[in-house]
């Protein structure tokens, strides 16, 4: 009997992934451990002394946005956001600095456009340095 011409097995028509994603991840793997590596030299150094945050939030200015529209600049209450500009600006001239800074406390479900709102009506009403709370993720409660 002879043997056909044409292979019976089926040709293979897909490419072979599984070589170059081997070679990625040992690439990747290869960075992840030589990258700590060059980021710092090895001189010797003592680094200054900073001071934490937190002492000049007690000097700042604090807008905090609840969940239901609220707005409080520290502990009076606003009307509206229509109103933030005069109570922020009469709240900056009370600060002993030209350079106070206002730290927006929003809640994480409120409207980013809410917060955009907040943002240009204390530009308007002089904040010259905003900056926006944010709790730190894992560790603490």
Known sequence: MRQPLVNASPMMTRINVTPIIDVALVLVIILLITAPMMSASDLDIELP????????????????????????????????????????????EQQESDTAVVIIRADAGLPHGLVRQVLEQARLGGATQLGIATRQQGGGS
């Open 49 to 92: 002394a900073a001071h934490s945050r937190e002492d000049k939030d007690q000097r700042s200015i604090s807008i905090t946005l609840g969940t239901a529209g609220e707005i409080a600049v520290d502990e009076q209450l606003i009307s509206g956001v229509d109103q933030l500009r005069f109570a922020l600006a009469s709240r900056i």
